[in-house]
């Protein structure tokens, strides 16, 4: 998901105020520049640019300007929201499960190496991820660990179909090894057993880490 400047996240800020996550809100170009501390032609401009990156709707009728935000634009004040959120609310608790590196059978490698999988994973996790995944096979003390990862704060990236074949949805979770930031991946579909997490990175991980089958792996969680 492409990124706004502060100005129009503001505007768009507004009209959630006003109500237009809910429904269609009437309002005027000079009444929200007012709101914002802003002329009426920039407030039409700020307007305007929000409709083109499809993050409001808006309709003209006889009796005004109806605008409603789309759900990329909840999407984008959702974000904010979880950003403060980390500012001011106590730092997340932090969990290592523990494992040993094995081999996968080349499903990650396929999955990463699709454009699309390539693309919503490089704007959610920041790095753009190796065409391969990291096995891991947890120890007995981890998998109770990972039962409770559960309920943590993880990302999805919806399913697509192309024109030979439907791809599921999928999801990640932010955690890193040794310092390199990582994601923990897990399709809806896996023929994996549930002791095996496959981790994405933005380089190949057995080689930044001298990684081989039957290697102990700390992976931080949070």
């Known amino acids: ?40 032609q920039t407030a039409s401009r700020r307007v305007v640019g929000l409709e083109h990156a499809k993050l409001i709707t808006r309709s003209i009728e006889a009796p005004g300007q109806f605008i409603l935000i789309t759900p990329l634009g909840e999407e984008h004040l959702r974000r904010e929201y979880t950003e403060y959120c980390k500012i001011f609310s106590p730092k997340e608790e932090q969990y290592t499960i523990k494992g040993v590196v094995t081999s996968g059978v080349g499903e990650g ?77 897990a399709p809806l579909r896996t023929h994996h057993p549930s002791e095996i997490i496959e981790i994405i990175s933005g380089c190949r991980l057995r080689d930044k880490l001298n990684l081989t089958d039957g290697t102990d792996v700390d992976v931080l969680i949070g």
């Open 1 to 40: 998901m492409s990124s706004i400047n502060g100005e129009d996240l503001a505007c768009l800020r507004q009209l959630a105020s006003l109500g237009g996550l809910k429904s269609p809100v009437k309002v005027s170009t000079q009444v929200l520049g007012e709101m914002l501390g802003i002329s009426q």
């Open 109 to 185: 490698k396929y999955y990463m190496s699709i454009p699309y999988y390539q693309k919503m994973f490089t704007e959610i996790c920041g790095f753009t991820p190796y065409p391969g995944t990291l096995n891991v096979k947890l120890n007995q003390q981890s998998l109770q660990i990972k039962n409770r990862l559960e309920s943590a704060n993880w990302n999805v990236v919806p399913g697509f179909k192309d024109e030979h074949r439907s791809f599921g949805d999928a999801r990640c979770l932010m955690c890193s090894i040794e310092g390199i930031p990582c994601a923990i991946v």
